[in-house]
């Protein structure tokens, strides 16, 4: 399994987690339900942010960041507000943290 870094900027409110998945587009989809099961992200209408993914996820996907490997930006628009959201493979394995 592979760990994915979502940092969502949202009316002026920045939220990061993390999932974990086989591929990007699973990972999408726990951070979606993520989302949808709680009040992680201020403000935000759970109900018109499920239908505004669930209607883009397929037909305009995370896209590339032009020249930087594993990272991918996802916008959606609901109501007024534009939610943003950048995605970032994570290997944790190299990772080592420790407190002394």
């Known amino acids: ?6 940092i969502t900027d949202y009316q002026g409110g920045t939220y990061i987690s993390q999932q ?8 999408c ?3 979606r ?3 949808v099961s ?14 505004a993914f669930d209607a883009d996820i397929n ?9 930087v490997m594993n990272v991918w930006l996802f916008q959606l628009f609901i109501a ?11 290997d944790l394995s190299t990772t080592s943290m420790s407190e002394e």
């Open 29 to 31: 989809q726990h951070w």
């Open 59 to 67: 037909e305009l996907p995370p896209v590339g960041i032009d020249d």
């Open 38 to 51: 709680g009040r992680y992200i201020q403000n935000l209408d759970l109900h018109q942010f499920a239908e």
């Open 80 to 90: 007024d507000h534009m939610l943003s959201v950048h995605i970032v493979l994570t």
């Open 20 to 27: 974990t998945a086989d591929g990007l587009h699973g990972a």
């Open 1 to 6: 399994m592979k760990t994915y870094t979502f």
């Open 33 to 35: 339900d993520h989302i």
